[in-house]
């Protein structure tokens, strides 16, 4: 009887086998369509030629490693910890961003730009070190080390994310195809930094959950490798010529402040900053809220995804917007897009609830996306080419404070929906309040 069991069993076996292999070579058929699709559309108005599609594949590369970092360092410093403990760690992890910000763009570009290859070769460099750290960090959490001693390799990981902000930021317009805009550049890399962070979050949730942290961060490591080569393969017009160099230095000394290379820059950076803080504080606020207000009773972790789910849409759907509508003045996309965010505040803090949030969320991550992509087409229509690129370091540099300040308000808030929203619609208040102040201001000089 044993044997005939084993002979019906045996059938079964391959057939199990074969349909496995089939659906994983099924699935790998289409992974490799969709990045056929994704590379031609990445090369097209001359892309491919320039390189700025080399640029486009390491940076979604990169975004896709810090992803996993943020899934495995969200595992330990926020959902393994009670509210309180969690506060405490996010106020220390967002305290030690500061240090990035502050300290690396405005020395950075100077110290690159005294050697001839120093962008390609800092790209490579900062991806390198996210390698290491990310393989640290990985002993650090398999080894059960106190977690504070990961803060450290933290904030290394990202010091190295804000120099290659940096040294991206000034090799975008060198390696602008003929007949492309500097906002439909930026908009790619947008695109980028939007979808591989979702693919790669989604793969470091399951490798974490099937073989831990540290294998989640190896594959982290894996990816800052493959952007480092990318880096390296950049063309040299990335580098920028000896003159070319020469003069965005000179440039970024005599650039002390934004406003005195344009007011419209100022303007758009204002309204762009209110909205990046807006975002900051929806990230973490809204993760805190969610551990005691769960949307129309899904749970914890649901409510957490639509909250993400939201975020991604209103990016995209932003990116695609606002590479059209780029071109227009700020002073007319400014004042639109803050009321539209101060009004979903408000009903987020009125009506807290499954609709009011991922409205809040598609919104408010629209919103700053559009701004961001006007900002760029401002400095690129306003700003002399030689200033061009030390204008980008530093507004980057004004942005990520804005997000920092955002998250750190969130953070010391109590977590009742109705005071937390309420106190950021006072705050988008007052930035429409100084929009439509600077409009009418304009006006009146204007009349004079």
């Not at 996993?68 to 220390?92: C, D, K, N």
Request: aromatic fraction near 6%; proline fraction near 3%.
């Amino acid at each position: 009887m044993a044997v005939e069991t084993d002979e019906r069993d045996r059938p079964d076996k391959p057939g199990v086998g074969r349909a496995f292999v089939h659906l994983l070579v099924a699935v790998f058929r289409g992974c490799a369509h969709g990045v056929r699709r994704l590379r031609r559309w990445n090369r097209r108005g001359g892309a491919g030629r320039s390189g700025l599609a080399g640029l486009v594949e390491l940076h979604a590369l990169q975004a896709a490693g810090d992803a996993v970092v943020a899934v495995a360092l969200a595992g330990t410093i926020f959902f393994g910890a009670t509210t309180s403990q969690a506060r405490g760690r996010v106020a220390l992890y967002l305290l030690v961003t500061m240090a990035p910000f502050a300290i690396v763009a405005p020395l950075l570009g100077p110290l690159l730009d005294r050697f001839a290859h120093g962008r390609r070769f800092a790209l490579a460099v900062t991806m390198v070190a996210r390698a290491v750290l990310a393989i640290g960090l990985g002993h650090a959490l398999g080894g059960g080390i106190d977690q504070l001693a990961l803060f450290p390799a933290a904030l290394g990981v990202l010091v190295a994310g804000k120099a290659y902000s940096v040294c991206r930021s000034s090799a975008v317009p060198r390696l602008l195809p003929d007949g492309m805009t500097l906002v439909q550049a930026n908009s790619r890399l947008t695109v980028a930094a939007v979808v591989s962070p979702a693919v790669a979050g989604s793969i470091a949730i399951g490798l974490t959950k099937a073989f831990g942290h540290q294998v989640s961060l190896r594959f982290a490591a894996v990816l800052y490798v493959a952007a480092a080569v990318l880096s390296a393969r950049l063309p040299r017009t990335a580098d920028g010529g000896r003159v070319t160099r020469a003069a965005e230095n000179a440039a970024g000394r005599g650039l002390l402040r934004l406003s005195n290379v344009h007011s419209d820059v100022g303007v758009a950076l204002r309204a762009t900053a209110a909205l990046r803080s807006l975002s900051g504080f929806l990230l973490l606020y809204g993760a805190f809220v969610l551990r005691h207000h769960r949307l129309s009773g899904l749970s914890h972790n649901l409510s957490l995804a639509v909250l993400a789910v939201g975020i991604g849409v209103g990016n995209l759907l932003g990116t695609t917007v606002g590479a059209r509508i780029a071109g227009r003045p700020t002073k007319q996309l400014a004042p639109p897009l803050l009321v539209s965010s101060l009004v979903v505040t408000l009903f987020a803090a009125l009506d807290f609830g499954l609709v009011t949030v991922t409205v809040l969320a598609v919104v408010s991550s629209a919103t700053v996306a559009m701004a961001k992509l006007g900002l760029d087409a401002t400095i690129q229509d306003r700003v002399d080419d030689q200033v061009r690129t030390s204008t980008f370091a530093r507004s980057e540099t004004a942005l990520q404070l804005a997000w920092v300040a955002g998250g750190a308000v969130g953070i010391v808030l109590p977590t009742e929906p109705i005071i937390g929203f309420l106190v950021a619609s006072l705050v988008m208040a007052a930035a429409v309040a100084n929009s439509y102040g600077v409009k009418l201001t304009r006006l009146r000089a204007r009349a004079r």
